[in-house]
């Protein structure tokens, strides 16, 4: 059922490749911005987010630091990955370890959806995310909610997940384009 | 964005005199400008922290102002600033602050150091009246390329389309030894 899948998508997951949608919902519940783009995933510690619109921003853990780049701005920000666990909602994924041993998990009843859902709280906070529900699905994990302390929740959809593919390596790296201000020193 | 900046001047470009005419112009018409707003984008860099937000500020004359600093990423209200002469008041976090400085009020409570006062009119291309110029260098048409004011320089660096009132469209303000700050200009709306 959903949980041994929920297990499965900790510890056998190394890589994860995704289209997503996401929608930011605010403590009033108005949808506060839609965004769409790209998820890659190489466990332990890498990823890249990349969102396509409404702007183009790229986000790299290549497993030592995190870079930002907002690429209207031609600014890149690099900071070292524990002090940039909210980068991306992905960023609370990156450990191949079992769920129980980062969150407490509860099992939700969501009779409107077709997935199962269950509601992670991480057991070290360190982000600002305080809250991460999974829906569970064929694919494993499909969608996310995560909550903050502010009552904002974003919703993630995942669409044609792909995992323990081959994914390359310059994927889950970054090197600033000439011209680009970068600010901070990576780790 | 908005409409792409044509690289070439249209043809019947000014000549030098003309350029110091229409930026004189330029000056008058928009210091009799009744409101204005911009949309657009703002990346600050201090030292080695930065920051990068979407900001929309609605100016309304010399009086007062409203301005939205929103996270690009999810389009959550950072700050929220309301400003009248003399009492600027900032919503962030879900607690409000008050002063009559709005640039202390970002520097304290968001620290992020913005010139507003001087943003006022930088961003539309024009000097702040009340201090002098120590250095401003235009283009064929009489609109800034650069100006350098109360510390800042200001470069101008694309326009809304291409005629000699047009507005800013990608602006790069500095001041030494180790702050910057970008503007995006998306979208402009102005009232005479």
């Known amino acids: 059922?959903?949980?041994?899948?929920?297990?499965?998508?900790?510890?056998?997951?190394?890589?994860?490749?995704?289209?997503?949608?996401?929608?930011?919902?605010?403590?009033?519940?108005?949808?506060?911005?839609?965004s769409s783009g790209n998820?890659?995933?190489?466990?332990?510690?890498?990823?890249?987010?990349?969102?396509?619109a409404p702007d183009k921003h790229e986000i790299v853990a290549d497993g030592k630091n995190v870079w930002v780049y907002d690429v209207e701005l031609d600014q890149v920000t690099v900071k070292p990955m524990n002090k940039a666990l909210s980068a991306a909602p992905v960023a609370m994924l990156l450990q191949k370890q079992p769920v129980d041993k980062q969150f407490s998990v509860q099992?939700?009843?969501?009779?409107?959806?077709?997935?199962?859902?269950?509601?992670?709280?991480?057991?070290?906070?360190?982000?600002?995310?305080?809250?991460?529900?999974?829906?569970?699905?064929?694919n494993g994990v499909e969608e996310m909610i995560l909550g903050d302390k502010f009552g904002q929740q974003t919703y993630i959809k995942f669409q044609g997940v792909r995992t323990n593919i081959n994914i390359d390596n310059s994927r889950f790296s970054f090197t600033p384009p000439k011209g680009v201000d970068v600010v901070g020193t990576p780790s | 964005c908005a409409a792409q900046h044509q690289a070439a001047p249209k043809t019947d470009t000014v000549s030098g005199a003309d350029a110091q005419a229409n930026?004189?112009?330029?000056?008058?018409?928009?210091?009799?400008?009744?409101?204005w707003r911009l949309q657009g984008k703002v990346g600050v860099q201090f030292q080695d922290q930065s920051a990068s937000f979407n900001m929309?500020?609605?100016?309304?004359?010399n009086d007062g102002y409203e301005m939205n600093i929103k996270n690009p990423l999810t389009g959550s209200i950072v700050a929220y600033l309301k400003g009248s002469p003399g009492e600027v008041t900032l919503q962030t976090n879900g607690k409000t602050y008050q002063d009559a400085s709005a640039e202390r009020l970002l520097q304290g409570q968001l620290g992020v150091s913005l010139p507003l006062d001087g943003m006022k009119y930088w961003v539309r291309g024009v000097p702040a009246p009340d201090s002098p110029v120590q250095?401003?260098?235009?283009?064929?048409?009489?609109?800034?390329?650069?100006?350098?004011?109360s510390g800042w320089v200001v470069a101008y660096n694309?326009?809304?389309?291409?005629?000699?009132?047009?507005?800013?469209?990608?602006?790069?303000?500095?001041?030494?030894?180790?702050?910057?700050v970008k503007v995006i200009a998306k979208d402009w709306q102005t009232r005479y």
Not at chain 1, 107 to 135: C, H, I, V, Y
Not at chain 2, 135 to 149: C, I, S, T, Y
């Open chain 1, 1 to 34: 059922g959903g949980r041994e899948k929920l297990d499965e998508f900790f510890t056998q997951v190394n890589t994860m490749q995704s289209a997503f949608t996401q929608q930011v919902i605010d403590d009033k519940g108005e949808l506060r911005q839609s």
């Open chain 1, 39 to 52: 998820v890659f995933l190489s466990r332990p510690g890498k990823f890249r987010w990349e969102y396509a």
């Open chain 1, 107 to 138: 099992a939700m009843d969501a009779d409107n959806s077709t997935l199962e859902w269950f509601r992670l709280t991480p057991k070290k906070q360190d982000s600002d995310f305080t809250t991460m529900d999974l829906g569970v699905g064929n």
């Open chain 2, 23 to 35: 930026w004189k112009q330029r000056q008058a018409d928009f210091a009799r400008m009744s409101a």
């Open chain 2, 56 to 61: 929309s500020w609605l100016q309304n004359g």
């Open chain 2, 135 to 149: 250095k401003v260098k235009l283009d064929a048409q009489g609109r800034p390329e650069m100006l350098q004011q």
């Open chain 2, 158 to 180: 694309g326009w809304q389309d291409n005629d000699w009132k047009a507005l800013p469209e990608k602006i790069n303000l500095s001041r030494a030894p180790d702050t910057k």
